[in-house]
């Protein structure tokens, strides 16, 4: 017996359109700040991009705790205090310092923050990719390895090594999140050169030159003033060696960046390249500037402030004018979007 038709309105399957999405939130700032959830190649190199913003910002943070004394401002760790993880007052210590200290500790946990949602985008995103996978991971192990190393900076009262190394690490993640930033934007195929090999070669000597500026930086900061505080030891180097050895680094890296720069426009190199390296150059220009007026008006606080944050900025733009200098296509004609970029362009 075959029952009556049931009234009533008829089953409708539900097809992409009707799965609601972080996203899909009408709100501009929130479905930014959930795109790591349903994340799209684009979302995950804004993730990518904050994450070496707050990694420069904690270098920069850092910088404001050494020039301002306050690098036991929280003289335990990872308490601020013995009795308390939070600012108290204490006998010993100067509530500015140990507010200005504090805050950096603090920034510790947005770097934390922004380098996890990273993780997930990279997670999330659809389809997943191994080599993206892995450049994410190397975040959160380096900011918890970062965070840790912090404890050992207190315990040895900030001795200039372990200071050193602790802006060093920062370096290394920062080159990690700008890793994360062009590898999104390109295909899992084999690297493809896009200027000749000499000027590829070229870029990786650079590379190395500024690496090396940064680490005779960081011996020309543990030798000078602003040790951090009255505690702190110095290397036991001459200061006007170590700053000539810098500023000798210093030409060297110019002239490779304008050697670099050269080549590309003699050789008819892509614009991208090119502009790279002209913005590098500028910086480098200005940072040179900045040390010169520091070095002859006795190296105050406001400028070695402003050092640190040009040594960062100049890190960062030869990451890009490196990475400007080859690609990845796709890794076959078969590779498609994610489902999230299909349904946002659809």
Not at 72 to 82: A, I, K, Q, S, V
Not at 124 to 129: A, D, F, G, K, S
Request: aromatic share 8%.
């Amino acid at each position: 017996m075959i029952g009556k038709p049931v009234k009533g309105p008829a089953y409708q399957a539900l097809n992409i359109d009707d799965v609601k999405l972080p996203t899909d939130h009408p709100h501009p700032l929130v479905r930014r700040l959930f795109s790591f959830w349903a994340p799209t190649t684009a979302t995950l190199r804004g993730w990518a991009l904050a994450a070496v913003v707050a990694n420069a910002g904690i270098t920069v943070s850092g910088a404001v705790v050494r020039v301002t004394g306050s690098g036991l401002g929280c003289p335990t760790w990872p308490r601020c205090t013995p009795d308390s993880f939070i600012p108290v007052a204490h006998p010993e210590v100067s509530p500015i310092n140990m507010a200005i200290e504090f805050g950096n500790r603090l920034v510790t946990f947005l770097v934390l923050v922004i380098g996890l949602a990273c993780w997930v985008a990279a997670m999330r995103l659809r389809p997943r990719r191994a080599s993206l996978v892995k450049l994410a991971w190397l975040q959160p192990i380096g900011i918890a390895a970062q965070a840790l190393w912090g404890g050992v900076v207190v315990s040895t009262l900030l001795n200039p090594f372990t200071v050193g190394m602790h802006f060093l690490l920062s370096i290394g993640l920062t080159a990690a999140c700008w890793a994360l930033y062009a590898r999104a934007g390109e295909g899992d195929a084999p690297v493809r050169r896009v200027v000749h090999r000499d000027v590829r070669r070229l870029g990786h000597a650079l590379l190395a030159a500024v690496f090396a500026l940064l680490v005779m930086g960081v011996l020309v900061t543990g030798t000078g003033p602003h040790s951090g505080d009255e505690l702190a030891s110095r290397f036991d180097l001459d200061i006007e060696t170590v700053a000539r050895l810098h500023a000798d680094i210093a030409y060297l890296v110019v002239g490779l960046t304008f050697a670099l720069l050269f080549a590309l426009h003699v050789t008819d190199s892509p614009r991208s390249a090119r502009r790279a390296a002209l913005a590098l150059l500028g910086i480098e220009l200005l940072q040179g500037v900045i040390g010169y007026v520091q070095y002859f008006l006795g190296v105050p606080a406001v400028l070695v402030a402003l050092h640190v944050i040009g040594a960062t900025v100049v890190w960062i733009f030869t990451l890009r004018a490196v990475t400007a200098l080859r690609t990845r296509d796709p890794a076959g004609p078969g590779a498609s979007p994610s489902p999230t970029e299909a349904a946002a362009t659809a």
